[in-house]
């Protein structure tokens, strides 16, 4: 059974830091890619950052700077780091994991980040 499962989530003040996890199982995690995307209340989806099988790392513009994406293919788990938390930041985060061979794309259940004083 594939499983993706997030974590770390929480209700942070402004200027704090989370690291979120995702810990997966049922496929071959250390040939998939990797990425994090986040929903905020009454927004659509949003791409945040990923990271290649070759562990090259990519974010979307406006998250350069505060995100780190990584991951530990001997525990099967993908990180982000987020630094310097605004409410802005407030999303359920999600990870995915595709692939193009074999073709999948698989979701975990997202985890919530709430930035607030």
């Known amino acids: 059974e594939v499983q993706l499962v997030e974590s770390g989530g929480g209700l942070v003040q402004p200027g704090g830091s989370l690291r979120l996890s995702c810990a997966a199982s049922?496929?071959?995690?250390?040939?998939?890619?990797l990425t994090w995307a986040r929903q905020a209340p009454g927004k659509g989806l949003e791409w945040v950052s990923g990271?290649?099988?070759?562990?090259?790392?990519y974010y979307a513009d406006s998250m350069k700077g505060r995100f780190t994406i990584s991951r530990d293919n001997a525990k099967n788990t993908v990180y982000l780091q987020i630094n310097s938390l605004k409410p802005e930041d407030t999303a359920v985060y999600y990870c995915?994991?595709?692939?193009?061979?074999?073709?999948?794309?698989?979701w975990g259940q997202g985890t919530q980040v709430t930035v607030s004083s």
């Open positions: 049922g496929f071959t995690f250390s040939m998939s890619d």
């Open positions: 990271i290649d099988n070759d562990d090259r790392t």
């Open positions: 995915t994991a595709d692939s193009e061979r074999p073709p999948y794309d698989y």
